[in-house]
């Protein structure tokens, strides 16, 4: 449109009064477009070691029947580069990767992730109801007599810090984190779950967005290197690496599992909670939401759980101060008991002949 205005008037005025009344750059109102390219036009020939300028059209013949033709190739333009460098040509990865642009001989880009990720806005959750906000989060577990982790995989509840579930594996792939997520969706019956998690390769795969998205599970990613933003699944982990952790040396992936089972149980029924008012996470969801209560398990391992003592369960029980027994252990306290029976019958039958 300046242009144009210029055009209009400068046979009254001169074209540089113009221009400054218009507040236009002189070379703009003379440039004129070539309509093509723009940058200069690229090189038809390319340099040797020795000198030698040869046509592209022979470096594209080099790259189809010396380098692409070897069995198992399927080099990029890069490593193409560094094979033509090694045959003494002269050329860069730029100029590599336009030749074989040009005459198709690019590899197919491998597809990625084109969904955008949904960061956290609010670092805290606030009116959070059962249910509605689940954090998950994974922790190095050390297995002392196999000299290796394991992998701890913990989903809590917000609103009531209850961990609805968990899984040990010597290897966790975003497959065991949505058999998790599987089995909390079949205990709970929960639907419109916002999870938060950070960024590691199980949360972000594919598979595990495509099974959010089928179950309504929105996805919710902490920002790189912020781990206070999932800080209740951090302070569930601090609470496991104190209590737990460091008080176990566990013999087996069986024997972590077993700690867990039961450290879990009591967790969830028993271990009070500064954040819920000193009680436990299932007399806080049952009270506070009286309305979707939460049935305790049962007991296990001949562990009780809060609302399962029984006065009549308890009337056959002696009191002891003994820690409740594991299944291996509970296995080998039977196999021990036969053993001395048998000791007890044979000490018997000797006393006997003795006294005949």
């Given at each position: 449109m300046k242009r144009e205005i210029v055009s209009d008037f400068k046979q009254y005025v001169t074209?540089?009064?113009?221009?400054?009344?218009?507040?236009?750059?002189?070379?703009?109102?003379?440039?004129?477009?070539?309509?093509?390219?723009?940058?200069?036009?690229?090189?038809?020939?390319?340099?040797?070691?020795d000198g030698q300028l040869v046509p592209n059209t022979q470096v594209v013949d080099t790259l189809i029947n010396d380098v692409f033709r070897q069995e198992f190739n399927f080099y990029g333009y890069q490593l193409s580069t560094e094979e033509l460098r090694a045959m003494g040509y002269i050329i860069n990865p730029k100029k590599t990767y336009r030749l074989m642009r040009e005459n198709g001989?690019?590899?197919?880009?491998?597809?990625?992730?084109?969904?955008?990720?949904?960061?956290?806005?609010?670092?805290?959750?606030?009116?959070?109801?059962?249910l509605e906000h689940l954090c998950m989060d994974i922790k190095y577990v050390y297995i002392h007599t196999a000299k290796r982790n394991a992998y701890l995989l913990a989903i809590i509840d917000v609103a009531t810090r209850y961990v609805v579930g968990w899984s040990v594996l010597y290897t966790m792939k975003h497959t065991d984190v949505i058999l998790c997520l599987h089995g909390v969706l079949e205990d709970f019956k929960a639907k419109h779950i916002m999870l938060r998690?950070?960024?590691?390769?199980?949360?972000?795969?594919?598979?595990?967005?495509?099974?959010?998205?089928?179950?309504?599970i929105t996805q919710e990613f902490t920002h790189i290197a912020t781990p206070e933003e999932n800080s209740y699944v951090e302070s569930l982990f601090s609470q496991v690496e104190r209590e737990v952790i460091r008080c176990y040396?566990?013999?087996?992936?069986?024997?972590?599992?077993?700690?867990?089972?039961?450290?879990?149980?009591?967790?969830?029924?028993?271990?009070?909670?500064?954040?819920?008012?000193?009680i436990s996470p299932a007399e806080y969801w049952n009270t506070a939401f009286h309305f979707h209560p939460v049935k305790p398990p049962k007991a296990q391992n001949g562990e009780f759980v809060k609302g399962?003592?029984?006065?009549?369960?308890?009337?056959?029980?002696?009191?002891?101060?003994?820690?409740?027994?594991?299944?291996?252990?509970?296995?080998?306290?039977?196999?021990?008991?036969?053993?001395?029976?048998?000791?007890?019958?044979?000490?018997?039958?000797?006393?006997?002949?003795i006294g005949g």
């Open positions: 074209t540089k009064q113009l221009c400054g009344w218009i507040e236009l750059q002189r070379s703009s109102y003379y440039y004129k477009s070539s309509n093509g390219k723009r940058g200069a036009k690229p090189s038809e020939y390319t340099l040797t070691v001989l690019l590899l197919e880009k491998v597809p990625r992730n084109k969904t955008p990720r949904r960061w956290v806005k609010w670092r805290k959750i606030r009116d959070a109801k059962p998690t950070d960024n590691g390769s199980q949360f972000i795969a594919n598979g595990l967005r495509d099974f959010c998205k089928a179950n309504d040396e566990f013999e087996s992936l069986y024997h972590c599992r077993d700690v867990f089972e039961r450290y879990f149980n009591w967790h969830n029924n028993k271990k009070r909670r500064h954040a819920l008012g000193r399962d003592d029984d006065s009549n369960k308890i009337k056959n029980k002696s009191l002891s101060l003994v820690l409740p027994l594991t299944n291996s252990e509970g296995e080998l306290s039977l196999l021990n008991q036969d053993e001395n029976e048998n000791v007890l019958n044979r000490f018997k039958n000797s006393v006997q002949r």
